[in-house]
């Protein structure tokens, strides 16, 4: 029995249906006299008489957020149907419920929200929920596929089939295997929204319509979060499903092919264009520059055809990058192009550590064995309306790997540990050689790396000398072709190692550069100032851009890099520079969308009024980003803070009881920017606190955390 004064209603509840998700939002008040936490218990129940379940939920929160959301907070949502709501007394909150995810997707089924604190029950609602959705596909009897004799229900060991359990998801159940595509045939017309869903546990797929050009990769992202894929017409297309290459020969024994559903939601016109419109340029466009390292891509495919190429590069035009910035190798190493003045990488190399496995691969090898990388980069971007640029790093030789070049194993005494030494004639001969072959190659534009290892240089002089060489290079082309061969480099921004060797202002004065892309490494530095580089600019031939980082140490997209990419727009910057912008590109198209925004500042403009609209909705939430290898942060990362439901403002960081960090504004960050702080926080674990301010009082958050070395 409730308590007197607990109303068992509908009063004060509302619930709205989002036409396109399908999700079913359910805001309820809270108590004004609640505590500071309030336990929200979900539950669902499709008939007075079925019991009641768990409804899989969540609070309502920004993209951001829910990209940050710590897995045990999601998954009490979508397993347990409970969330915490803080600071929240008087106030009106949302949960949102997936009910694909329930037994229950359409028809009449009764919502119930208990709030309560520890013990103490503060109230309870109660609601009912009209589920229009007969005409929602959802995507797994797989027993519908065309290629019925490829799948099976208990497959013998070493078969190449798919595996399929009765309301299972669709698995390939051993590691080694190649498995045949499979075809779920569709008679469906008109636009409709693609949402995809796969299982907790490790694993990805690829899926394709039978009328596009490239297969989109999904990995898990956890247990119940659905991806939204695309908006497209689906008349006369067909579903293609098919086992990543990678989950073949990754090493991991649980990262296989699987896939839980696809479901297909019918859009309006009206509906269809807004979606486009979310996503639409607005307002002129800034130059978006994008790092491209066909060896990444290679590594987890299996390339046979110079066909795919195309593939990679359609997504890079999808998100509107103008300069694939195509990385052909590292002075030193064994380069992934067709070049003959240096060494190619034809045979087997290593990764970097998956999970903690170092996985090995012929798959870059091949890429060389059967095509031209370089040349049909340079055709197919520009086929593509981009802009590609020939892209080398200044040196890395990898010693006693497979990807050390003959050069480096043939003179160690021009490197210093595993980087050339620019300060020898034949080392800076033997760049320029790599440089000229890319002229002839076909290249219009090159690219110089400083950054990725900065360690190759000792004098300002070594390197403002090595772009006078380049630019002579460059010049004798340049008389042939009637045109400017552009020179880009990324180089060490101020605080970053090797920045004090980066005579940028002569380059510029001397027009031996063209574009100056100032930049951290790694997890550090991702907020320098970029004041001095649009002082050095102004009035010059040259062009800033300024530079955010793609992977997973770098801003989590959107929310932290749109402000960043925003705040070096306001400061000057001409355009933006993405390192291996690969990352966000291929592997999600959530986040290539967000990517196809940030050339447009008004765009950014558009989406961050948005976000703070929705301020006052949000769950109030404090947010860091994840770890990065194994559950560990590491040295040359950082933690960061995301807030929302509040104005960001004042912030404090507490580690172990003591007080590491106090700001009025974003950005947060753990210790500092700066390398100094790399060993700051001693291994192991640790209580991190963290307390944002919200009004007179504090919201605040705890998380264990863990710090390597």
């Not at 190493?333 to 240096?342: C, L, V």
């Not at 990807?403 to 080392?427: N, T």
């Not at 705040?567 to 290539?592: F, K, N, W």
Request: net charge positive; glycine share 8%; with cysteine.
């Amino acid at each position: 029995m409730l308590p007197f004064g607990l109303l068992l209603a509908a009063v004060g509840i509302s619930v709205a249906t989002d036409p396109v998700t399908r999700y079913v939002h359910v805001r309820y008040p809270v108590p004004a006299d609640a505590p500071d936490e309030v336990s929200v218990r979900c539950e669902v129940r499709s008939g007075a008489t079925s019991a009641w379940e768990p409804a899989p939920v969540w609070g309502y929160a920004s993209e951001t957020a829910l990209a940050l959301m710590e897995p045990r907070d999601w998954e009490n949502g979508v397993l347990r149907g409970t969330v915490v709501e803080r600071r929240a007394a008087g106030l009106t909150r949302t949960v949102v419920w997936n009910p694909f995810l329930s037994a229950r997707r359409t028809g009449a089924a009764r919502f119930r929200l208990t709030l309560s604190a520890g013990r103490r029950l503060l109230a309870q609602y109660e609601t009912g929920v009209e589920l229009r959705n007969q005409d929602v596909v959802v995507l797994e009897d797989w027993s519908k596929v065309v290629q019925q004799r490829s799948i099976s229900r208990d497959p013998p060991n070493g078969s190449p089939v798919w595996w399929v359990r009765p309301g299972g998801p669709l698995e390939v159940r051993f590691k080694g295997l190649e498995v045949p595509p499979l075809t779920w045939p569709l008679d469906l017309r008109g636009a409709y929204a693609l949402f995809v869903l796969l299982p907790g546990r490790l694993g990805g797929i690829e899926l394709r319509l039978s009328g596009d050009e490239r297969a989109q990769f999904f990995e898990s992202r956890g247990e119940g979060r659905e991806t939204l894929w695309k908006w497209t017409d689906l008349t006369r297309q067909h579903l293609v499903i098919r086992q990543p290459y990678r989950t073949v020969f990754l090493h991991e024994d649980d990262y296989l092919a699987r896939l839980r559903h696809v479901r297909l939601v019918p859009l309006t016109a009206e509906q269809a264009a807004g979606l486009d419109a979310r996503y639409a340029p607005l307002g002129p466009k800034r130059l978006v520059a994008g790092y491209y390292e066909p060896y990444s891509w290679a590594f987890y495919e299996k390339i046979e055809s110079t066909l795919q190429h195309w593939e990679p590069l359609l997504a890079f035009a999808e998100a509107r990058i103008d300069m694939p910035d195509v990385q052909i190798g590292r002075g030193g190493s064994r380069f992934n192009s067709e070049t003959r003045a240096g060494s190619q990488l034809l045979l087997d190399t290593f990764g970097d550590p998956v999970r903690g496995v170092v996985p090995r691969t012929g798959n870059v090898g091949r890429l060389q064995q059967y095509t031209n990388t370089l040349a049909t980069v340079l055709r197919y971007a520009r086929a593509l309306g981009m802009r590609p640029r020939a892209n080398i790093g200044a040196t890395n030789c990898y010693p006693g790997t497979p990807l050390e070049a003959d050069f480096s194993r043939q003179h160690p005494e021009w490197r210093k540990g595993s980087h050339l030494r620019y300060e020898v004639p034949e080392v800076r001969r033997y760049v320029l050689a790599l440089f000229e072959e890319a002229l002839e190659t076909g290249a219009d534009a090159l690219s110089l790396d400083w950054c990725r290892y900065p360690n190759s240089v000792t004098s300002r002089e070594t390197v403002t000398g090595f772009f006078r060489e380049l630019r002579s290079l460059a010049g004798r082309f340049e008389a042939r072709r009637g045109k400017r061969i552009t020179i880009l480099t990324r180089f060490p921004a101020r605080g970053v190692p090797g920045w004090e060797h980066m005579d940028y202002r002569t380059w510029v004065r001397e027009r031996l550069v063209d574009y100056l892309a100032p930049s951290n490494i790694q997890g550090r530095h991702m907020n320098f100032d970029i004041g001095e580089y649009v002082d050095a600019v102004k009035g010059a031939r040259a062009t800033l851009l300024g530079a955010v980082d793609g992977l997973e140490w770098g801003l989590p997209l959107p929310g932290m890099m749109f402000a960043r990419v925003a705040r070096m727009y306001e400061r000057g910057a001409s355009g933006i520079y993405v390192y291996q912008c690969d990352a966000p590109v291929l592997q999600s198209p959530e986040t290539r969308r967000y990517i196809s925004l940030i050339g447009y500042p008004e765009a950014l403009a558009r989406w961050q009024s948005r976000e703070r609209a929705g301020q006052s909705r949000y769950s109030k939430g404090i947010y860091i980003t994840p770890p990065h290898e194994v559950g560990e942060y590491r040295p040359w990362g950082r933690l960061r803070v995301w807030v929302e439901g509040l104005e960001p403002g004042e912030l404090e960081m507490w580690l172990d009881g003591r007080r590491v960090n106090h700001y009025q504004s974003p950005p947060y960050v753990l210790t500092s920017e700066d390398r100094s702080a790399d060993e700051a926080i001693s291994a192991g674990a640790h209580r991190l606190k963290i307390r944002a301010r919200d009004g007179a009082g504090w919201l605040e958050r705890e998380f264990d955390v863990r710090f390597g070395r």
